[in-house]
Protein backbone atom coordinates (compact mmCIF):
# COMPACT_ATOMS: atom_id res chain seq x y z
CA UNK A 1 0.00 0.00 0.00
CA UNK A 2 0.92 3.64 -1.12
CA UNK A 3 1.88 5.83 2.20
CA UNK A 4 0.31 9.45 2.34
CA UNK A 5 3.05 11.58 3.14
CA UNK A 6 2.46 15.49 5.26
CA UNK A 7 4.29 18.15 6.49
CA UNK A 8 4.92 18.41 10.23
CA UNK A 9 4.09 22.09 11.78
CA UNK A 10 6.54 23.46 13.98
CA UNK A 11 5.29 26.50 16.88
CA UNK A 12 6.01 29.31 14.35
CA UNK A 13 4.11 27.84 11.72
CA UNK A 14 1.54 25.23 10.13
CA UNK A 15 1.66 23.42 7.24
CA UNK A 16 0.02 20.50 6.67
CA UNK A 17 -0.61 17.99 3.72
CA UNK A 18 -4.09 18.57 2.61
CA UNK A 19 -7.05 16.71 5.06
CA UNK A 20 -10.70 16.94 4.31
CA UNK A 21 -12.99 17.56 7.19
CA UNK A 22 -16.50 17.48 5.73
CA UNK A 23 -18.85 19.95 7.21
CA UNK A 24 -21.26 16.77 8.39
CA UNK A 25 -19.11 14.09 8.63
CA UNK A 26 -15.16 13.31 9.25
CA UNK A 27 -13.39 12.81 6.52
CA UNK A 28 -9.83 11.88 6.57
CA UNK A 29 -7.03 12.85 4.26
CA UNK A 30 -7.99 15.39 1.03
CA UNK A 31 -11.18 13.68 0.06
CA UNK A 32 -13.59 16.26 -1.57
CA UNK A 33 -17.12 15.41 -0.99
CA UNK A 34 -17.98 16.35 -4.27
CA UNK A 35 -15.27 14.09 -6.20
CA UNK A 36 -16.39 12.42 -9.26
CA UNK A 37 -19.19 14.23 -10.14
CA UNK A 38 -21.39 13.71 -6.63
CA UNK A 39 -22.94 16.79 -4.62
CA UNK A 40 -23.49 16.90 -0.54
CA UNK A 41 -27.39 16.45 -0.42
CA UNK A 42 -28.88 18.73 2.04
CA UNK A 43 -30.23 16.74 4.94
CA UNK A 44 -33.91 16.81 5.00
CA UNK A 45 -35.58 18.48 8.29
CA UNK A 46 -38.09 16.58 9.89
CA UNK A 47 -40.44 17.18 13.26
CA UNK A 48 -38.36 16.93 16.24
CA UNK A 49 -39.85 13.89 18.57
CA UNK A 50 -42.56 14.26 21.08
CA UNK A 51 -40.12 12.13 23.65
CA UNK A 52 -36.36 11.62 23.85
CA UNK A 53 -35.96 8.25 21.66
CA UNK A 54 -34.94 5.36 23.28
CA UNK A 55 -31.02 3.95 22.03
CA UNK A 56 -32.44 0.92 20.32
CA UNK A 57 -34.94 3.14 18.00
CA UNK A 58 -32.00 5.54 17.74
CA UNK A 59 -30.01 2.31 16.35
CA UNK A 60 -33.27 1.40 14.36
CA UNK A 61 -33.79 4.43 13.05
CA UNK A 62 -29.87 4.87 11.26
CA UNK A 63 -29.98 1.38 10.07
CA UNK A 64 -32.88 1.44 8.14
CA UNK A 65 -32.47 5.24 7.09
CA UNK A 66 -28.24 4.11 5.96
CA UNK A 67 -28.18 0.72 5.53
CA UNK A 68 -28.58 -0.69 2.58
CA UNK A 69 -27.91 -4.30 1.00
CA UNK A 70 -25.46 -4.13 3.63
CA UNK A 71 -23.62 -1.28 2.77
CA UNK A 72 -23.82 1.94 5.13
CA UNK A 73 -24.63 4.91 3.04
CA UNK A 74 -23.59 8.54 3.16
CA UNK A 75 -27.10 9.45 1.73
CA UNK A 76 -26.29 13.41 2.62
CA UNK A 77 -22.57 13.07 1.08
CA UNK A 78 -23.42 11.99 -2.36
CA UNK A 79 -24.27 8.23 -1.24
CA UNK A 80 -20.40 7.16 -1.14
CA UNK A 81 -19.41 4.52 1.71
CA UNK A 82 -16.50 4.97 4.22
CA UNK A 83 -14.85 2.51 6.77
CA UNK A 84 -16.02 4.25 9.52
CA UNK A 85 -19.29 3.99 8.48
CA UNK A 86 -19.23 -0.08 8.16
CA UNK A 87 -18.01 -0.29 11.61
CA UNK A 88 -20.67 2.43 12.77
CA UNK A 89 -23.15 -0.17 10.78
CA UNK A 90 -21.32 -3.08 12.74
CA UNK A 91 -21.39 -1.89 16.52
CA UNK A 92 -25.00 -0.65 15.85
CA UNK A 93 -26.42 -3.91 14.65
CA UNK A 94 -24.96 -5.80 17.24
CA UNK A 95 -25.84 -3.35 19.74
CA UNK A 96 -29.63 -4.19 18.30
CA UNK A 97 -28.93 -7.92 18.27
CA UNK A 98 -29.87 -7.62 14.77
CA UNK A 99 -27.95 -10.67 13.11
CA UNK A 100 -29.23 -10.39 9.88
CA UNK A 101 -27.89 -7.09 9.20
CA UNK A 102 -25.02 -7.47 11.06
CA UNK A 103 -24.29 -10.12 8.38
CA UNK A 104 -25.16 -7.99 5.64
CA UNK A 105 -23.04 -5.52 6.57
CA UNK A 106 -20.06 -7.29 7.19
CA UNK A 107 -20.67 -9.61 4.09
CA UNK A 108 -20.69 -6.41 1.88
CA UNK A 109 -17.61 -4.85 3.78
CA UNK A 110 -15.58 -8.07 3.21
CA UNK A 111 -16.32 -8.42 -0.31
CA UNK A 112 -15.71 -4.41 -0.89
CA UNK A 113 -13.39 -3.29 1.68
CA UNK A 114 -10.86 -5.64 3.23
CA UNK A 115 -7.64 -5.32 1.94
CA UNK A 116 -4.62 -7.83 1.35
CA UNK A 117 -3.38 -6.77 4.88
CA UNK A 118 -7.07 -7.19 6.49
CA UNK A 119 -7.43 -3.77 7.25
CA UNK A 120 -10.44 -2.19 5.66
CA UNK A 121 -10.07 0.25 2.83
CA UNK A 122 -11.27 3.43 3.64
CA UNK A 123 -14.18 4.91 0.63
CA UNK A 124 -15.84 3.45 -2.31
CA UNK A 125 -17.97 4.84 -4.42
CA UNK A 126 -21.01 3.44 -6.68
CA UNK A 127 -19.02 4.66 -9.74
CA UNK A 128 -15.46 3.18 -9.14
CA UNK A 129 -15.55 1.07 -6.15
CA UNK A 130 -12.24 1.26 -4.08
CA UNK A 131 -11.52 4.84 -4.05
CA UNK A 132 -9.23 4.84 -1.54
CA UNK A 133 -7.33 1.98 -0.28
CA UNK A 134 -5.28 3.69 2.45
CA UNK A 135 -6.97 2.37 6.10
CA UNK A 136 -8.66 4.73 8.80
CA UNK A 137 -7.46 2.80 12.14
CA UNK A 138 -11.11 4.17 13.99
CA UNK A 139 -12.61 1.81 11.55
CA UNK A 140 -10.26 -0.82 11.47
CA UNK A 141 -10.85 -0.52 15.48
CA UNK A 142 -14.50 -0.41 15.35
CA UNK A 143 -14.84 -3.21 13.17
CA UNK A 144 -12.45 -5.29 15.18
CA UNK A 145 -14.61 -4.94 17.97
CA UNK A 146 -18.18 -5.46 16.75
CA UNK A 147 -16.94 -8.99 15.45
CA UNK A 148 -15.26 -10.43 18.44
CA UNK A 149 -18.38 -9.21 20.32
CA UNK A 150 -20.49 -10.71 18.04
CA UNK A 151 -18.47 -14.08 17.54
CA UNK A 152 -18.74 -14.18 21.43
CA UNK A 153 -22.03 -13.37 21.72
CA UNK A 154 -23.43 -15.23 18.94
CA UNK A 155 -20.99 -18.74 19.02
CA UNK A 156 -20.12 -17.24 15.46
CA UNK A 157 -16.14 -18.19 15.07
CA UNK A 158 -16.21 -16.70 11.91
CA UNK A 159 -16.99 -13.17 12.84
CA UNK A 160 -13.95 -13.92 15.72
CA UNK A 161 -11.54 -15.16 13.76
CA UNK A 162 -12.13 -12.02 11.06
CA UNK A 163 -11.61 -9.55 14.16
CA UNK A 164 -8.96 -11.06 15.12
CA UNK A 165 -7.47 -10.50 11.85
CA UNK A 166 -7.89 -6.95 11.53
CA UNK A 167 -6.87 -6.34 15.19
CA UNK A 168 -3.54 -8.30 14.35
CA UNK A 169 -3.26 -5.85 11.43
CA UNK A 170 -3.80 -2.83 13.45
CA UNK A 171 -0.86 -3.67 15.88
CA UNK A 172 1.33 -4.87 13.02
CA UNK A 173 0.45 -1.48 10.99
CA UNK A 174 -1.52 1.02 12.37
CA UNK A 175 0.83 2.09 15.59
CA UNK A 176 3.79 3.20 16.71
CA UNK A 177 6.09 3.69 20.04
CA UNK A 178 6.97 6.77 21.42
CA UNK A 179 8.39 7.51 24.91
CA UNK A 180 4.76 8.03 26.06
CA UNK A 181 4.48 4.87 25.14
CA UNK A 182 2.72 2.77 22.30
CA UNK A 183 -0.08 4.70 20.22
CA UNK A 184 -2.76 4.48 17.45
CA UNK A 185 -1.78 6.04 14.25
CA UNK A 186 -4.58 6.83 12.48
CA UNK A 187 -3.31 4.77 9.62
CA UNK A 188 -0.33 2.89 7.70
CA UNK A 189 0.64 6.13 6.05
CA UNK A 190 1.24 8.08 8.96
CA UNK A 191 4.45 5.70 10.39
CA UNK A 192 7.04 8.86 10.10
CA UNK A 193 7.81 10.97 12.96
CA UNK A 194 6.40 12.86 13.95
CA UNK A 195 3.24 11.16 14.14
CA UNK A 196 0.20 12.38 13.11
CA UNK A 197 -2.42 11.65 16.05
CA UNK A 198 -6.20 11.69 16.54
CA UNK A 199 -7.24 11.05 20.08
CA UNK A 200 -10.82 10.44 18.98
CA UNK A 201 -9.23 7.19 16.92
CA UNK A 202 -8.21 5.84 20.67
CA UNK A 203 -10.79 3.69 22.01
CA UNK A 204 -9.95 2.21 25.70
CA UNK A 205 -13.13 -0.11 25.60
CA UNK A 206 -12.28 -1.41 22.14
CA UNK A 207 -8.55 -2.46 23.15
CA UNK A 208 -9.98 -3.75 26.17
CA UNK A 209 -12.52 -6.03 24.37
CA UNK A 210 -9.58 -7.14 21.72
CA UNK A 211 -6.98 -7.55 24.92
CA UNK A 212 -9.59 -10.38 26.28
CA UNK A 213 -10.18 -11.77 22.75
CA UNK A 214 -6.81 -12.12 21.87
CA UNK A 215 -4.69 -12.37 24.85
CA UNK A 216 -2.37 -10.22 23.61
CA UNK A 217 -0.26 -7.84 26.18
CA UNK A 218 -0.06 -4.93 22.93
CA UNK A 219 -3.50 -3.82 23.47
CA UNK A 220 -3.20 -3.19 27.03
CA UNK A 221 0.58 -1.54 26.40
CA UNK A 222 -1.79 0.86 23.25
CA UNK A 223 -4.18 1.20 26.44
CA UNK A 224 -1.95 3.21 28.59
CA UNK A 225 -0.29 4.61 25.69
CA UNK A 226 -3.05 6.28 24.44
CA UNK A 227 -4.49 7.31 27.71
CA UNK A 228 -0.63 9.20 28.27
CA UNK A 229 -0.80 10.92 24.57
CA UNK A 230 -4.27 11.94 25.04
CA UNK A 231 -3.70 13.12 28.73
CA UNK A 232 -0.82 15.22 27.09
CA UNK A 233 -2.79 16.50 23.92
CA UNK A 234 -5.61 18.00 26.83
CA UNK A 235 -2.05 19.71 29.12
CA UNK A 236 -1.94 21.68 25.66
CA UNK A 237 -5.13 22.75 26.11
CA UNK A 238 -9.29 23.12 27.48
CA UNK A 239 -10.29 20.99 24.57
CA UNK A 240 -8.86 17.75 22.41
CA UNK A 241 -7.98 19.45 18.92
CA UNK A 242 -9.06 17.64 16.48
CA UNK A 243 -5.54 16.76 14.87
CA UNK A 244 -2.45 17.00 16.65
CA UNK A 245 1.31 15.15 15.87
CA UNK A 246 3.11 13.55 18.34
CA UNK A 247 7.13 13.60 18.59
CA UNK A 248 9.17 10.23 19.41
CA UNK A 249 9.94 12.15 22.81
CA UNK A 250 6.37 12.31 23.68
CA UNK A 251 5.96 15.63 22.67
CA UNK A 252 2.48 16.99 21.25
CA UNK A 253 1.90 19.90 19.30
CA UNK A 254 -1.70 20.86 18.49
CA UNK A 255 -2.65 20.53 14.42
CA UNK A 256 -5.41 22.63 12.07
CA UNK A 257 -7.50 20.09 10.31
CA UNK A 258 -6.87 21.06 6.86
CA UNK A 259 -4.12 22.73 4.65
CA UNK A 260 -6.31 25.00 3.79
CA UNK A 261 -7.74 26.19 7.64
CA UNK A 262 -5.10 26.78 10.12
CA UNK A 263 -7.82 27.24 12.94
CA UNK A 264 -6.81 24.39 15.44
CA UNK A 265 -10.44 23.13 16.78
CA UNK A 266 -12.20 21.30 18.33
CA UNK A 267 -14.74 19.94 15.84
CA UNK A 268 -16.14 16.70 14.08
CA UNK A 269 -13.05 14.44 15.11
CA UNK A 270 -12.37 15.61 18.88
CA UNK A 271 -16.40 15.35 19.71
CA UNK A 272 -15.70 11.49 19.51
CA UNK A 273 -12.75 11.72 21.88
CA UNK A 274 -15.10 12.27 25.22
CA UNK A 275 -17.45 9.47 24.22
CA UNK A 276 -14.64 6.77 23.55
CA UNK A 277 -13.20 7.56 27.09
CA UNK A 278 -16.34 7.95 28.97
CA UNK A 279 -17.31 4.51 28.48
CA UNK A 280 -13.72 3.32 29.67
CA UNK A 281 -13.25 0.12 32.47
CA UNK A 282 -10.70 2.60 33.66
CA UNK A 283 -11.15 5.53 36.35
CA UNK A 284 -8.16 7.29 34.71
CA UNK A 285 -9.52 7.19 31.41
CA UNK A 286 -13.08 8.30 32.41
CA UNK A 287 -10.93 11.18 34.06
CA UNK A 288 -9.71 12.29 30.96
CA UNK A 289 -13.56 12.34 29.23
CA UNK A 290 -14.88 14.07 31.94
CA UNK A 291 -11.86 17.19 32.65
CA UNK A 292 -13.53 18.63 29.12
CA UNK A 293 -16.88 18.87 31.20
CA UNK A 294 -16.12 22.29 32.70
CA UNK A 295 -15.49 23.71 29.13
CA UNK A 296 -18.22 22.56 27.46
CA UNK A 297 -21.09 23.60 29.89
CA UNK A 298 -20.33 27.08 29.59
CA UNK A 299 -22.85 27.82 27.03
CA UNK A 300 -26.48 25.57 26.87
CA UNK A 301 -26.22 25.94 22.91
CA UNK A 302 -22.95 23.95 21.76
CA UNK A 303 -21.63 24.93 17.88
CA UNK A 304 -20.45 22.11 15.99
CA UNK A 305 -16.65 23.57 16.02
CA UNK A 306 -15.00 25.36 18.92
CA UNK A 307 -11.65 26.75 19.81
CA UNK A 308 -9.71 24.99 21.72
CA UNK A 309 -11.04 27.35 24.96
CA UNK A 310 -14.60 26.36 24.18
CA UNK A 311 -15.30 29.87 21.66
CA UNK A 312 -17.75 28.60 19.17
CA UNK A 313 -16.18 29.63 15.33
CA UNK A 314 -19.26 28.53 13.70
CA UNK A 315 -23.11 29.12 14.14
CA UNK A 316 -23.69 25.42 12.86
CA UNK A 317 -24.82 22.34 15.31
CA UNK A 318 -24.90 19.04 15.06
CA UNK A 319 -26.13 15.73 17.59
CA UNK A 320 -22.20 15.30 18.03
CA UNK A 321 -21.69 18.30 20.00
CA UNK A 322 -24.66 17.26 22.44
CA UNK A 323 -23.75 13.45 22.82
CA UNK A 324 -19.89 14.63 23.26
CA UNK A 325 -21.01 16.88 26.38
CA UNK A 326 -23.38 13.97 27.72
CA UNK A 327 -20.41 11.85 27.83
CA UNK A 328 -18.10 14.39 29.25
CA UNK A 329 -20.77 15.47 32.07
CA UNK A 330 -20.88 11.44 33.15
CA UNK A 331 -17.44 11.12 33.10
CA UNK A 332 -16.93 14.17 35.85
CA UNK A 333 -19.82 12.60 37.79
CA UNK A 334 -18.17 8.78 37.44
CA UNK A 335 -14.67 10.00 38.13
CA UNK A 336 -14.66 13.51 40.27
CA UNK A 337 -13.38 15.28 37.64
CA UNK A 338 -15.83 17.81 37.51
CA UNK A 339 -19.39 17.86 39.19
CA UNK A 340 -21.37 15.89 36.55
CA UNK A 341 -24.51 15.54 37.05
CA UNK A 342 -27.23 13.07 35.55
CA UNK A 343 -29.74 15.29 34.34
CA UNK A 344 -26.97 17.34 32.37
CA UNK A 345 -26.25 13.99 30.84
CA UNK A 346 -30.06 13.28 30.06
CA UNK A 347 -30.52 16.85 28.69
CA UNK A 348 -27.40 16.50 26.54
CA UNK A 349 -28.59 13.39 24.91
CA UNK A 350 -32.49 14.75 24.44
CA UNK A 351 -30.86 17.77 22.98
CA UNK A 352 -28.50 15.39 20.51
CA UNK A 353 -32.00 13.45 20.07
CA UNK A 354 -33.60 16.48 18.88
CA UNK A 355 -30.91 17.62 16.75
CA UNK A 356 -30.16 14.65 14.75
CA UNK A 357 -34.12 14.36 14.26
CA UNK A 358 -34.99 17.59 12.74
CA UNK A 359 -31.26 17.68 10.59
CA UNK A 360 -30.85 13.89 10.01
CA UNK A 361 -26.90 13.37 9.00
CA UNK A 362 -25.28 10.22 8.24
CA UNK A 363 -22.38 11.39 10.94
CA UNK A 364 -24.88 13.07 13.37
CA UNK A 365 -27.47 9.82 13.39
CA UNK A 366 -24.58 7.88 13.75
CA UNK A 367 -23.03 8.99 16.90
CA UNK A 368 -26.44 9.87 18.46
CA UNK A 369 -26.96 6.02 18.27
CA UNK A 370 -23.71 5.03 19.29
CA UNK A 371 -23.35 7.52 22.41
CA UNK A 372 -26.57 6.95 23.72
CA UNK A 373 -25.36 2.90 23.80
CA UNK A 374 -21.82 3.57 25.00
CA UNK A 375 -23.27 5.88 27.84
CA UNK A 376 -26.70 3.79 28.99
CA UNK A 377 -25.43 -0.10 28.12
CA UNK A 378 -22.53 -2.37 28.64
CA UNK A 379 -23.31 -4.02 25.37
CA UNK A 380 -20.18 -2.63 23.54
CA UNK A 381 -17.95 -4.04 26.18
CA UNK A 382 -17.61 -0.82 27.89
CA UNK A 383 -18.43 -0.14 31.49
CA UNK A 384 -20.34 3.67 31.65
CA UNK A 385 -22.97 2.36 33.49
CA UNK A 386 -21.34 0.95 36.19
CA UNK A 387 -18.89 3.41 36.60
CA UNK A 388 -20.92 5.21 38.98
CA UNK A 389 -21.96 8.71 39.06
CA UNK A 390 -24.55 9.10 36.16
CA UNK A 391 -26.24 6.78 33.71
Sequence with gaps: MTRRTWIPVTAAAAVVAAVGVALIAVRPWGQDP??????????TSTSAPDAARSPEELRTEFLDRYVQDGRVVRTDQGDDTVSEGQAYGLLIAFANDDRDRFDDIWKWTKTHMLTDDDLLAWRWTPDDGVADEQ???DADLDAARALVLAGDAWGEDRYTAAGKRIAAAILQHETA????????LPGPWADSEPYRYNASYASPAAFTVLAKATGDDRWTALDRGSRAVTAAVLDESQLPSDWSQVHADGTVDPMPATGGDQRVLYGYDAMRTPVRYAEACSADDRALAGALAPTLRRTTELASQLDLGGTAVTGDTNALAYTARAAAEHAAGSSGAAAGSSGAVADDLERADRTAATTPTYYGDAWAALGATMLTSDVLGGCA???????
Design 34 to 43: TADGGSVATP
Design 385 to 391: TTAGGAS
Design 177 to 184: ETDLGTIL
Design 135 to 137: SAS
